[in-house]
């Protein structure tokens, strides 16, 4: 795990990243249902469906797999690339956000007369200097050796702590992971916060699980260190990987299950920064917080104490030796990418292809854009959102969203297991609830970072350091409310507790997401579940721990929390009976607020969608009702094919069911799904109305 990161309290549609950013508490105000939807039926042309036909599967019945009757055809005729671990709807999107972005940086790239420091110049010399590989073979270990000497030098465990804090921001895996945040029981601060680290691997599991997939990963692992050492021109790698592997095993047998992670109030414990020796004794804690440039906080906010308190015995019982050349090795790690072809390949071999299953490197114009929108994100997310985002679309996702509002708000008050006093303060919040679409109102300022052209590694360096020193800014000042997590050319969407804010960045806003050309029921299926799954986070079993201004708080009745959590245990053993392989089934604890934000989504989008009819029926389009449209709509936007290596990793870490799990769990337990399609027992989706989930 990266040792300096910004926010582990998001929660996006996809895995992606992190987006602890601040809300805009001005409160849209509420519209009705049916005064905007997102029909288009003042072009003069017919609507089209918005329903990819070419992708159906006629010879599976829709009552026994829903998912692949109406993707099946396209799981059939799409082959997963070799230099990809996933397809699909998703994926496609990001190619093509991908090829946009190449196309603008292209156009820079192109010019040599750039004015010095100004935006244009970062993004054209950034991917430039990845882009020059001849350049980067000619530097070979030069540009990372400082940071290496460093290590070098290490005369003492003090020193050890120094390094930790004063260069974890660096991505160089380290057991202390430090982020500023928004304090969850205090949401008009930020906090600096401590999260588990030290692991190269995934997972606690790949270390400690006896199975024959596991234990060929370490093997790899293991032969891996060696041979970076070995390619970096160091000597003792082997006797190093051993070192290395036995020291993050014993860090791994601290680390809390993602399941116990996910846990907003056990992860919340606020230690007086002068209390931290009593988590452990043989540590530097003043010396880590002062190199780490956070000193002066009164208190820290520790995610997994126990985690804490075996790190102190792990480095106590360790050698300094021990630590720097784990040190080595993860920095070689983390600067691979950056490096000379032979630790690249060797690093993509490894970590891409033996444990993800990719077969093939991305082209490097591909990785050259990856760099610039992980370093530049917003710099060309505004060149993006002027070349590809109309305003009509935000308009029109504006409307869907507060009718969407519209219809969470009727759905709460008709629920018939919550006490009026827990509707009341449900209302509140979600009227409080924050929507972002597109893009910021106000961007990152650049200006301080510098770029140039020869000098990737320097660039990377001061990038991160950039990234650092803006986040370790924040504390003591003001909730930066305009701030977004994603970049507009991301796609993905997320919801933030501490600022109760739902984020729809422009890149998602397409096809089959949301179609400006499409009938309302597809739209409503697609991006509409979209934005009721982001509103489900705020009602899950984490995001509803939080209040309407983001503070860490029950408001439940006692008997109404008892209701609630009853229906979200029947949903974790619906979805831990889905097999994804015959000897693995979905994590049913791990995904359970992924869960209830899909049955959330889907359901709302409904109500929303027929609210959206003010009382008329639904045109036959392709001589489909508009239910089934609705229903087909949200299946074909988790339509996706991954290798098996990268299934298997992601069930393991990952908090999403795979896709056609999404489709099918949250469809099996809504009453009008059975009646769009003639779902009867014996049906394979059947569920008893008794066991069918109902939430919000």
Request: glycine letters at 8%; proline letters at 4%.
């Amino acid at each position: 795990m990266k040792s300096f990161f910004t926010g582990a309290m998001c929660m996006p549609l996809l895995l992606l990243g992190a987006c602890d950013q601040a809300p805009d508490n001005s409160v849209p105000s509420q519209v009705n249902p049916a005064a905007e939807t997102l029909s288009v039926k003042e072009a003069p042309v017919a609507i089209a469906s918005g329903i990819e036909l070419t992708n159906f599967d006629t010879s599976v019945r829709p009552q026994d797999n829903f998912y692949r009757y109406v993707n099946g055809a396209w799981l059939a005729n799409n082959e997963i690339p070799a230099d990809k671990t996933s397809i699909g709807s998703f994926y496609d999107l990001r190619d093509a956000a991908d090829e946009d972005v190449k196309q603008l940086i292209a156009t820079l790239a192109k010019q040599t007369d750039l004015q010095a420091g100004s935006d244009e110049q970062k993004v054209a010399d950034l991917y430039r200097s990845f882009m020059d590989t001849e350049l980067i073979e000619a530097a070979g270990m030069q540009p990372i050796q400082p940071v290496l000497d460093i290590i070098n030098e290490i005369e003492d465990k003090d020193g050890l702590a120094k390094f930790f804090g004063e260069y974890g921001y660096l991505g160089i895996t380290n057991p202390l992971g430090v982020w500023i945040g928004i304090d969850a029981k205090e949401s008009t601060r930020y906090a600096a916060h401590i999260w588990q680290g030290g692991l190269g691997l995934p997972d606690q599991d790949y270390y400690l699980n006896d199975g024959e997939r596991f234990a060929k990963l370490r093997d790899g692992y293991v032969a891996h260190i060696a041979k970076m050492y070995e390619l970096a021109g160091l000597s003792g790698g082997a006797e190093a990987a051993t070192a290395i592997m036995a020291l993050e095993t014993s860090l791994a047998k601290h680390h809390w299950t993602r399941v116990e992670s996910r846990d907003s109030e056990k992860r919340y414990n606020k230690y007086a920064t002068e209390k931290l020796t009593e988590l452990s004794d043989k540590f530097a804690w003043q010396t880590f917080l002062q190199a780490q440039g956070i000193e002066d906080q009164a208190t820290i906010i520790i995610n997994q104490p126990s985690f804490i308190e075996g790190f102190g015995k792990v480095f106590a019982a360790s050698s300094v030796d021990d630590w720097k050349q784990f040190l080595t090795f993860h920095t070689l790690s983390a600067f691979a990418s950056y490096l000379p072809a032979a630790l690249d390949a060797e690093d993509f071999d490894f970590f891409s292809k033996q444990l993800s299953g990719r077969q093939e490197e991305r082209e490097r114009w591909k990785r050259g854009v990856a760099v610039v929108n992980s370093n530049l994100g917003e710099v060309i997310g505004k060149v993006y959102v002027d070349a590809h985002f109309k305003p009509e679309a935000k308009s029109r996702m504006t409307g869907l969203v507060e009718n969407l509002r519209s219809a969470y708000a009727q759905s709460i008050n008709r629920l018939d297991w919550m006490s009026s006093e827990t509707k009341q303060a449900a209302q509140v919040k979600l009227a409080a609830f924050t929507p972002k679409i597109g893009y910021p109102d106000q961007w990152q300022d650049y200006s301080a970072l510098t770029i140039r052209d020869n000098d990737l590694v320097g660039n990377i360096m001061r990038a991160k350091k950039f990234s650092e020193q803006q986040e370790i800014d924040k504390l003591g000042g003001p909730i930066k409310k305009w701030e977004w997590g994603m970049t507009p050319q991301t796609v993905n969407a997320y919801y933030s507790p501490t600022r109760n804010e739902i984020v729809f960045p422009a890149a998602i806003l397409q096809p089959p997401f949301f179609n400006m050309a499409a009938d309302d029921a597809v739209n409503y299926g697609g991006i509409g579940a979209v934005i009721g799954h982001e509103m489900g986070h705020g009602f899950d079993d984490q995001g509803s721990k939080y209040d309407a201004d983001g503070n860490l708080r029950n408001w439940w009745t006692e008997n109404d929390l008892a209701e609630f959590q009853k229906r979200g245990i029947n949903l974790v053993e619906q979805y831990a009976g889905y097999k994804v392989f015959d000897d693995l089934n979905v994590n049913g604890e791990l995904t359970l607020g992924e869960n209830i934000g899909d049955l959330s989504g889907v359901t709302i989008a409904y109500k929303a969608y027929h609210a959206s009819l003010q009382g008329k029926p639904a045109p036959i389009i392709d001589g489909l009702t508009g239910d089934q449209r609705f229903f087909i709509g949200f299946a074909q936007i988790w339509r996706s094919k991954i290798v098996e290596e990268a299934m298997r990793n992601r069930v393991a870490t990952d908090p999403h069911s795979p896709g056609e799990f999404r489709a099918l769990g949250a469809l099996s337990n809504m009453d009008e799904f059975y009646q769009a399609f003639d779902v009867k027992e014996g049906d394979a989706m059947y569920l008893p109305p008794a066991q069918r989930v109902k939430i919000w």
